[in-house]
C-alpha cells in the first residue's frame, strides 16, 4: 500500500443488468467531476480532507464488457476490484447500477473476511431473479446472501417491499428499517467491519431526481449521513454508490449529491470507520 494512501477510489460503469432505464454507466465520470466542483470543498463534514487529498488514490474506472445477465460482467467486476483491494485494501466504488455491488461485496469478503453490509435504498433488491435475470440490478442482495457474503445485512429507507421479497427478507434474517419508520434511524451498532452500499435512489426524489426509479417518500440527504455518521463498528471497510442517472440529471443536482454521499463515505473510511 502507498504510503499516507487510506483508501482507493475505482469506477465501475457498468449498467447492462439496469431495467426500465439504462444510464447509470455514466455516473462515475459524473460524480468525480461533481467531487472536483468549485462549488464545493476538498473536506468531509469531519473536517477529513478528501478530494482531492494524499489520503485518496483513484484507480480510474474499469472496462467491463456491456453484457446483460451473463456471468462474464461479474466475474470482471470482481476480478477488477480484487486487484484494487490488493493496492488499497480499503475502497469506495461509483457504480453503475445497483447490480456491481454484489461482485465489488465479493472481492471485499474475499480480502476481509467477516463483514456485515449497511444498505440504504428504496428497494430491498432481494428477488431471486427479475425478469430471468438473477443479476439484475433488482437481485444483488439476494445474490450477497445466498453465497453467505455477509454475517447481518441492514437495509434503511426501504419503502417498495413486495411478497417474495418479504418472505426472503425474513428467510434470510435481515433487518429493515423502513423509511415510514417513526422517528429517527436508531444509531446503528455492528461486531464486524462494515461495508456501505448507497443506493442514491434511498433519498426522496426531492433531493435525487436522478435516479431511474424514484420512489417517494424517501429518505433525505442528512438522515443518510447521520446514520453514517453515528453507526459503530470496528471499521468501515469500504462501500459503493450507485444508481445515479447522469440521463436524468438536468441540472446536475444529483451528481452533487451523489458526490456528498462519496465524499463523507470516504471521509469515514479515512477515520479508520471510527465515529468521533
Known sequence: MIDNVKV????????????????PAAAPPAIR??????????????????????????????????????????????RGVSRALCET????????????????????????????????????????DFEGNRFSHACPMARILEDGLVERLVQVGIRSFTPAQHDAAKRHNVEVIPAYSTGPVPALAFDTPVYISMDVDALDPGFAPGVSHPEPGGLSVRQVLEVIAAMRAPYVVGGDVVELNPKLDRDGGTAIVAAKLACELLGRVILNGRAD
Do not use: Q
Not at 8 to 23: E, K
Not at 35 to 57: C, H, I, K, M, T
Open 89 to 128: 485494501p480499503r475502497l469506495v466504488v461509483l457504480g453503475g447500477d445497483h447490480a456491481v455491488t454484489y461482485p465489488v461485496v465479493r472481492a471485499f469478503a474475499a480480502k476481509h473476511g467477516r463483514i456485515s453490509l449497511l444498505h440504504f435504498d428504496a428497494h430491498p433488491d432481494l428477488y431471486p
Open 33 to 78: 467531476t461533481a467531487l472536483g466542483s468549485e462549488s464545493g470543498n476538498p473536506y468531509a463534514e469531519s473536517g477529513v480532507r478528501v478530494w482531492p487529498s494524499d489520503s485518496v488514490l483513484d484507480h480510474g474506472d474499469l472496462d467491463v464488457p456491456d453484457e446483460k445477465g451473463t456471468r462474464e460482467p461479474i466475474d470482471v467486476i470482481e
Open 8 to 23: 482507493g477510489l475505482l469506477g465501475v460503469g457498468f449498467d447492462a443488468n439496469s431495467t426500465f432505464r439504462r444510464g
